[in-house]
Nanobody, 121 residues
């Protein structure tokens, strides 16, 4: 079992930056972590993921703007979001799996409660 708590969401103007954090607890050894987002009326979308060893993958729409990192000693992952656009507005969820989290992969079994990101134009 893995418990996840996100923080760092908020309201920002287009072109601005935010950093999301996700603190993991429980059985976190070797867990893969990812960020997903869901905008109103839309399906949940994969954003980024990172393996235990630090390998990352991103959805095409955020490549070059978002960077995911992790600190295994603190059991925390981060999503640095730069050059934000109004279309990035969504609830962002942290998720964990003992299998690799990746775009098009099976949904992870463990989820946080989500944090709202709103980008104004």
């Amino acid at each position: 079992q893995v418990q996840l708590v996100e923080s760092g969401g908020g309201l920002v103007q287009a072109g601005g930056s935010l950093r999301l954090s996700c603190a993991a607890s429980g059985r976190t050894f070797m867990v893969s972590l990812g960020w997903f987002r869901q905008a109103p009326g839309e399906d949940r979308e994969f954003v980024a993921a990172i393996t235990w060893s630090g390998s990352t993958n991103y959805v095409d729409s955020v490549k070059g703007r978002f960077t995911m990192s992790r600190n295994n000693a603190k059991n925390t992952v981060y999503l640095q979001m730069n050059s934000l656009k109004p279309e990035d507005t969504a609830i962002y969820y942290c998720a964990a799996d003992y299998r690799p989290v990746r775009v098009g992969g099976p949904p992870p079994p463990y989820w946080g409660q989500g944090t709202q990101v709103t980008v104004s134009s």
